[in-house]
């Protein structure tokens, strides 16, 4: 009356080993996914805490009689003022000559 088989069912190694795989492959995708997380916390604190270069702003700008500033912007070779009578002056940085002249229209309704 005593069985001779083994209790294991057929196939059943190759169950176990296809388990192992299994849990390998997985362990192998955390660590990929953790090191990635990881990355970026890296890349956003080298980026976001690095100071900006600042520009110096321009000592005096000598605009055209009877016009006003409305705004101000800045690059490293220009700087630019936008007036109330709907122009862009450009200003050379090195020498704070008007370079070019850029006219606003109003869009029309």
């Not at 057929?10 to 090191?35: C, N, S």
């Not at 912007?73 to 220009?78: F, G, V």
Request: aromatic letters at 6%.
């Amino acid at each position: 009356m005593g069985n001779d088989m083994d209790d294991s069912a057929p196939g059943q190694g190759a169950d176990i080993r296809a388990l192992r795989l299994l849990r390998g492959l997985v362990i192998v995708l955390t660590a990929v996914m953790i090191a990635g997380v990881l990355v970026l916390i890296a890349l956003f604190v080298t980026r976001f805490s690095a100071a900006p270069a600042t520009l110096d702003l321009p000592t005096s700008i000598t605009l055209p009689e009877g016009v006003q500033a409305r705004a101000f912007t800045q690059a490293e070779t220009w700087y630019a003022v936008v007036t109330d009578a709907g122009e862009i002056l450009i200003y050379d940085r090195e020498t704070g000559a008007l370079s070019q002249t850029v006219t606003i229209s109003a869009p029309q309704p």
